[in-house]
């Protein structure tokens, strides 16, 4: 017996150990996409990503006149082709926390149209974000978006809603227009009715199966504007509830008949043994079998763990 406590207990610390390192090793999750500003030309273009993990790391990549560059690393010995639009400093950034950032110091028309997005990376995988389009040539500094969904699945008839939340670097007030698109492109972008379409949310069709993409265009009165990250909503076919086979509540016959009383005081029949019942003996301890209260612990540690334990315990029946 004592073994089997020592090998369980060997089991325990195992599993506990373990629970750090599944941890540390879980992939990214991105939690806010890059969005799309309009930029004035020769300004500070900022455009921003937020991830949730540990030990992340971020690196940035461009589409500009139909080539793809890779843009965290940056070579003045060796520059590319984009670098002389670029502005007089640019390139990664952490902000803060797990913010990842690509700023341009004084971004040029040139870039407008290019599409910038990010690859975050960990030990447990890499995640990528959507690409964002370069906007330039804007008069006004743009709105910011701190939080939008970056996509919703729904079952078909249910409710879908997307909120934009955003707010403005000049004080005016802000106004909202959603849009559509069937290739997530802002050039195919198409306006949407659904009698939200000027607010801060958007009511989403979902009678019909498939998945659509949404835009928001976010505006300031002093002019300033940014066009959200495509939101894709998914809807599905509604799942069937059915009973479950395997538990039933109906009543039958032997379940209602009440159960005859136990006989007492026969050897050698079935049944309860009223005798061990009555002198209070704990079946399972008097004979040196396993406790019952050791069983609830280790099994309340293993829980507690994240781990199932399956014991298997073998009680000797009195001769």
Request: hydrophobic share 35%; charged share 20%.
């Amino acid at each position: 017996m004592k073994k089997a406590i020592c090998l369980l207990s060997v089991l325990l610390l195992v599993a506990l150990s373990a629970v750090p390192a599944a941890a540390a090793s879980e992939k990214p999750v991105i939690l806010l996409q890059p969005q799309s500003p309009e930029y004035p030309e020769n300004s500070v273009a900022i455009y921003t990503v937020k991830a949730e993990g540990t030990d992340l790391q971020a690196s940035w990549y461009m589409d500009w006149r139909g080539k793809t560059y890779s843009v965290s690393e940056i070579n003045g010995a060796a520059q590319q082709d984009w670098e002389g639009y670029a502005g007089s400093s640019y390139g990664p950034r952490r902000l803060e926390g797990n913010v990842f950032a690509y700023i341009f110091e004084g971004i040029g028309s040139e870039l407008d149209g290019a599409n910038l997005w990010c690859v975050i990376t960990n030990a447990g995988g890499s995640v990528t974000s959507k690409k964002n389009r370069i906007n330039v040539g804007a008069g006004k500094t743009p709105p910011e978006i701190v939080s939008i969904p970056a996509e919703l699945a729904v079952e078909q008839g249910d409710q879908a809603e997307i909120r934009c939340v955003a707010k403005t670097v000049d004080g005016t007030q802000l106004s909202f227009l959603w849009y559509e698109t069937d290739t997530g492109r802002l050039e195919d972008i198409r306006a949407v009715n659904r009698g939200t379409e000027t607010s801060d949310y958007l009511l989403c069709e979902t009678d019909q199966l498939g998945t659509r993409n949404y835009i928001c265009l976010v505006e300031s009165a002093g002019g300033g504007k940014i066009y959200s990250s495509v939101v894709s909503v998914t809807v599905t076919e509604r799942q069937q509830v059915t009973a479950d086979p395997g538990n039933t509540h109906e009543t039958s016959a032997t379940e209602t008949e009440p159960a005859p009383a136990a006989e007492t005081g026969k050897p050698g029949e079935t049944g309860t043994d009223t005798a061990a019942l009555t002198t209070g003996e704990t079946v399972g301890q008097s004979d040196g079998s396993f406790p019952w209260w050791a069983i609830a612990v280790l099994c309340a540690a293993a829980a507690g763990a994240g781990f199932g334990v399956v014991f298997a315990v073998m009680i000797k029946k009195k001769p």
